[in-house]
């Protein structure tokens, strides 16, 4: 039952985590979209800012779905036999 409750904590924390993904992935798109002087240093700076908040995003996003997956079992390898001939 104890797993379960982890499995529920990790769902709930994964859920957060990729609002927060898809946020910075917008903000990323959006300054992609919008770069009015794309040789401007400061354009440059914002736009490896944005994309290094996207990208820890989804490095947390990532851990925290791999954490679930090692909570899931795999069923037992024994199967019933064909029917299909």
């Known amino acids: 039952m104890e797993e379960f409750g982890n499995r ?7 859920d957060d985590v ?3 993904y898809s946020r910075e ?3 990323l798109s959006a300054l ?4 009015r002087d ?3 240093w400061s354009s440059y700076h914002d736009l490896l800012k944005q994309r290094t908040a996207e990208v820890v995003a989804y490095e947390k ?3 925290i779905k791999d954490e679930l997956f090692k909570l899931v079992h ?4 024994e199967r019933p036999e064909s029917t299909v001939n």
């Open 74 to 77: 795999l069923p037992p390898l």
């Open 32 to 35: 992609m979209a919008d770069c």
């Open 8 to 14: 529920r904590k990790l769902l709930a924390r994964m």
């Open 25 to 27: 992935a917008e903000k």
């Open 18 to 20: 990729f609002g927060v």
């Open 38 to 40: 794309p040789f401007s």
């Open 61 to 63: 996003y990532r851990n």
